[in-house]
């Protein structure tokens, strides 16, 4: 049984458009949401995190929303760029488990010049 | 970038081989993991690690056994390599609870 569930699995988004990845979980003890970015041959890099007691958080270009009562969240690339081409996995965990993580299956983002 | 070192690389075996992957850390780290990726799979967990000779299982742990006898190393290994173990694996570290975790660059091994 998936912990976290992600989508889309792949996204083609223009120069300057933006990128939205959306992911749900089931389990209400999750209390760290965080996202990571993972270019090919290297380890997944954290972007930016959320706990549940905000409802957005915003670095730079990348905010990530989330809504508690509907257990999602989700990734918003503003003025997405060629280089931000790469996986993005979401991933969530619970305080008392040893911080385990349980990580989204991915999703392969590629921004058109 | 976090302090972490995956050695081998990359590795090439034979099945039936046992085969040993090493992970070193830097930060003093008390959490350390290891993870499979294999495609449409996103991140799996294999083992564990909360101590000096504290381990435990993930959630795909068949085949795999790790041991923790430096605070800044951690081993897995595969007492007997199949194919369904060609994979890419990450280590990671974490400080503490509700912390990140800092992934090494990755070991990719395949398993003839």
């Known amino acids: 049984q998936q912990q976290v569930k992600q989508s889309p699995q792949s996204l083609i988004v223009q120069k300057g458009g933006i990128s939205i990845i959306n992911c749900a979980y089931e389990n209400t003890a999750f209390d760290y949401f965080p996202w990571y970015q993972q270019f090919p041959g290297k380890g997944p890099a954290l972007l930016i995190a959320?706990?549940?007691?905000?409802s957005e958080k915003k670095e730079g270009r990348f905010t990530i929303s989330f809504n508690k009562s509907a257990k999602q969240f989700s990734l918003h690339i503003m003025d997405s760029q060629p280089g931000d081409s790469a996986t993005y996995f979401c991933a969530a965990t619970a305080g008392y488990n040893f911080n385990k993580f349980y990580f989204g299956s991915g999703t392969k983002l590629n921004v058109k010049p | 970038d976090a302090g972490i070192t995956q050695s081998p690389r990359h590795k090439v075996t034979e099945t039936g081989t046992p085969v040993t992957l090493r992970c070193h850390q830097t930060?003093?780290?008390?959490?350390m993991y290891w993870y499979r990726q294999d495609p449409g799979h996103g991140l799996r967990l294999i083992h564990y690690s909360y101590g000096v000779k504290d381990t435990d299982k993930g959630e795909v742990s068949d085949g795999y056994s790790v041991s923790r006898s430096k605070t800044e190393d951690f081993l897995l290994t595969l007492e007997s390599a199949t194919s369904s173990q060609t994979s890419v694996y990450f280590c990671?570290?974490?400080?503490?609870?509700?912390?990140?975790?800092?992934f090494g660059d990755g070991t990719r091994l395949s398993i003839l």
């Open positions: 959320i706990r549940p007691d905000v």
């Open positions: 930060e003093n780290h008390r959490y």
């Open positions: 990671a570290i974490s400080r503490d609870s509700n912390q990140p975790q800092h």
